[in-house]
């Protein structure tokens, strides 16, 4: 039987007269992505722009939500209480879906970014309030969570549909976090590096940490972060040598 996978980037980042390359080329090589929604990167055109060029590829369309950080790019910490991050939470995720429902399209799923995917991955009562928040806003809705997190756990607890998510240029710590961007070793650089840390996880069916633990999870969603210029080369590779491999690459929803 074909295993079904899928791959993911981070798109939509740009805002203003900032932009962030590739974007493009990204939608031709992923099948989904996970669009800014305008706290950390984007803006309300980038956001039309991005759900256009998506469903015209055939990728599925997450809300990519973050702590309102557009000066550190959603990487600094915050203490929001529950309340007002759920809130802020179902603002972004609505807003995104009102410019996909306005070109035809629909947001499928959700996937935090950055320093509060960090935190909820780790602090299960951050992660209730992921859970919560998509929960309320549309039970349909697919948490897009890290492989072994606390927010995988919180949404299942909520009767949401968990898609596992691994990553291809990130490293990981014996406790199945992420190590810290600011430690050495954090990025996998390069695609066939990203490629083979992919290939270990999807065969083993386990995160493989810097110290070569390995913890069992479910590998279903591999994403590639869209921020750097490797970005569209490393999709590129990890797209075909998963082909070569054998296994079929469908969006999010195409999963389940």
């Known amino acids: 039987m074909t295993i079904k996978l899928n791959l993911n980037s981070d798109l939509g980042e740009s805002f203003g007269a900032w932009e962030m390359a590739g974007d493009d080329a990204m939608l031709r090589t992923v099948n989904s992505a996970n669009v800014a929604c305008g706290y950390h990167a984007g803006d309300p055109l980038v956001m039309i722009k991005t759900v256009t060029r998506a469903r015209e590829n055939g990728v599925s ?9 557009l000066q550190g790019f ?32 629909r947001v499928t799923h959700v996937k935090p970014h950055g320093a509060l995917s960090n935190i909820a991955s780790a602090d299960r009562k951050v992660a209730d309030a ?13 948490l ?17 549909t968990i898609v596992e998510e691994i990553f291809a ?30 290939m270990r996880m999807v065969e083993e069916r386990a995160l493989i940490s810097i110290t070569g633990k390995r913890i069992p999870v479910n590998p279903q969603s591999i994403c590639v972060h869209g921020d750097n210029e490797e970005a569209v ?13 054998g296994y079929s690459l469908v969006t999010i929803p195409e999963l389940l």
């Open 144 to 160: 897009l969570a890290p492989a072994a997190s606390q927010m995988a756990l919180a949404g299942q607890a909520l009767g949401l």
């Open 233 to 245: 080369a490393v999709a590129e590779a990890i797209r075909d040598g998963l082909r070569r491999a």
């Open 74 to 105: 959603g990487r600094r910490r915050m203490d929001i209480p529950a309340p007002e991050l759920e809130a802020m939470l179902i603002y972004q995720i609505g807003a995104l879906d009102a410019c996909a429902r306005a070109q035809g399209t």
């Open 169 to 198: 240029d990130r490293a990981y710590l014996d406790d199945g976090n992420l190590v810290p961007r600011s430690q050495p070793g954090a990025m996998v650089h390069g695609a066939e590096a990203s490629l083979a840390h992919v």
């Open 130 to 142: 992921v859970a919560r928040a998509v929960h309320r806003l549309d039970p349909s809705l697919i």
């Open 61 to 69: 369309i997450g809300a990519h939500p973050s702590f309102p950080d």
